[in-house]
């Protein structure tokens, strides 16, 4: 699909149209802030301590839409003044983040092909890190939802008249021609429950960063969007942040986090922003409380239990494992916890006012970056296992499935072979076939070959050695409908079921020559 470029005139109005529609949120945003905002974050302590004290799915319904209002609100003021965020600048490298982003979204691979052409690679910009992958996480989420099933998704990365472009084209539904121009407007969205804050934030944080966007998009091929943001010419690091926090004298780092526990959950979805998609989608399951976690992960490294740090990094290895929870998405959390609580440390040592030596700091940074590395190397463990075993019982369960010895009375059974069998599937088929016998007391195994596939010659020679094996464990074989190009390669090989088996046209007919002779045999005993 190619989508013929815009005039510079046209993507002009459009951001202009934009940055007024994005003023006007500003004004509306102020306005609520601390009416609705404040007044929701204290029922939501409340509704935190309620949940200590009593377990009841109504809290957790409740907890759960007032995030989902408060995470309404804060989009809403992100793009009202991003200004206010306290992110420092530094210069970012896009294609470096893009790679990291598109890691996130490894549950969608099996069904979206991701072609990437990226170019001058080195190329920086400069801007608020988190809030450019935040936007750029949006993109890629919007690409992947519009495409319903199969479809791919075309990324690029290049610099033209010194700005840095990125663009990314799905194979989506598209975008109606008449819909275009409202795109990254406040509450705008094609999806049936989309708020269109995501956009709004793409095009709020693009336009900070004094950049360029423009959309191409027709109905049933896909969209395009193409982001220029100028180009950085000299690196600059991130600097350390100095963060409002409550501290009180004698107070240790444990009681420091406990004190301040809303800011670092703050500091975390602020700093997790490029996946808090994700973030709000763990939690609504249910399965895994990420916030909760992270407290209890942390206060156990502070309090340096190394064998709770590695027991609780060891059930969430299984309960990741289990939930099929994207492994690329833990590790990202993981670090962002590193960042913050390293920025909690940071600003407990200031706070301290040289309470503490720099030995006291720096065997704490020490014993902090040791833990987490403890905790990441068994939850990697403990993930893996879980998995490796997930397979053997899949692999388990596929041989059975491929060898299904079916019982029609207490010493009779059907074996049908069913498909291509190889050599592999032969030695299987051997292996069960020897076992059951001899578990079961089978007298008669009937191995019907009408719905086998093409067989070879040394496959029909290791089945003739089965054979040998099933009269030896006291068993009569009854083989059924061989075809007869299976029978003319065993003429031409010499090969014969003569001594070894009794052979039948049709598996009806064996089924109704031996049933009748068990049932005799039966009344005789009677």
């Not at 409202?182 to 989309?194: A, N, R, W, Y």
Request: proline residues 2%; hydrophobic residues 40%.
């Amino acid at each position: 699909m190619h989508f013929k470029d815009h005039k510079d005139s046209d993507s002009a109005v459009k951001k202009g149209t934009h940055l007024g529609q994005l003023a006007s949120v500003g004004q509306i945003a102020a306005g609520i802030a601390h009416e609705v905002k404040n007044p929701l974050t204290a029922v939501k302590g409340f509704l935190q301590l309620l949940k200590e004290d009593y377990k009841d799915s109504y809290l957790e319904i409740a907890q759960a839409q007032l995030q989902n209002a408060l995470l309404t609100l804060e989009n809403l003021l992100h793009v009202a003044k991003p200004d206010l965020e306290t992110e420092p600048d530094q210069t970012v490298n896009l294609s470096v983040e893009l790679e990291s982003l598109i890691n996130l979204f490894q549950d969608q691979i099996y069904r979206v092909e991701i072609t990437k052409d990226f170019s001058d690679t080195e190329a920086l910009v400069y801007g608020k890190k988190n809030q450019l992958k935040k936007a750029f996480f949006n993109l890629l989420k919007n690409s992947f939802e519009a495409i319903p099933e199969q479809g791919s998704i075309t990324i690029e990365h290049f610099v033209k008249d010194g700005n840095v472009t990125v663009s990314i084209q799905d194979t989506g539904v598209g975008i109606p021609e008449d819909k275009l121009s409202m795109l990254g407007t406040p509450f705008f969205s094609t999806k049936v429950d989309g708020t269109g804050m995501g956009l709004t934030q793409v095009f709020s944080v693009i336009y900070q960063h004094g950049g360029e966007i423009q959309v191409y998009s027709k109905e049933g091929e896909g969209t395009k969007f193409v982001i220029t943001i100028p180009k950085e010419s000299k690196k600059i690091t991130r600097r350390v942040m100095d963060l409002d926090l409550h501290f009180e004298k004698g107070l240790n780092l444990k009681g420091f986090l406990i004190r301040n526990r809303e800011n670092f959950e703050e500091r975390l979805l602020a700093e997790a922003v490029n996946v808090r998609g994700k973030i709000d989608e763990i939690q609504r399951t249910g399965n895994v409380n990420l916030l909760d976690n992270a407290h209890k992960l942390v206060h156990y490294i502070v309090d340096a239990q190394e064998h709770e740090v590695i027991s609780f990094a060891q059930e969430e290895g299984i309960s990741w494992a289990k939930y099929s929870l994207t492994l690329a998405f833990k590790l990202e959390w993981i670090q962002t916890i590193r960042r913050v609580l390293w920025e909690f440390l940071y600003n407990y040592d200031r706070l301290c006012d040289r309470e503490n030596s720099r030995e006291h700091f720096y065997s704490l940074e020490k014993s902090i970056n040791e833990l987490i590395d403890q905790f990441l190397h068994y939850f990697f463990i403990s993930y893996s296992q879980y998995k490796d075993e997930l397979i053997r019982k899949q692999r388990e369960t596929v041989r059975n499935l491929s060898v299904p010895i079916i019982p029609l009375t207490a010493s009779m059974c059907i074996l049908p072979l069913i498909g291509t069998i190889d050599l592999q599937r032969a030695a299987e088929i051997g292996e069960k076939v020897i076992t059951q016998i001899g578990a079961n007391r089978i007298e008669v195994l009937i191995i019907d070959f009408s719905g086998a596939g093409e067989i070879e010659t040394q496959v029909l020679k290791h089945l003739m050695n089965l054979l040998d094996g099933v009269a030896m464990m006291g068993c009569q074989a009854v083989i059924t409908g061989l075809r007869p190009e299976t029978v003319k390669l065993m003429i031409s090989q010499g090969l014969s079921f003569e001594n070894k088996a009794v052979t039948k046209g049709t598996l009806q007919q064996a089924l109704v020559e031996y049933l009748t002779l068990q049932k005799k045999n039966d009344a005789s005993l009677v």
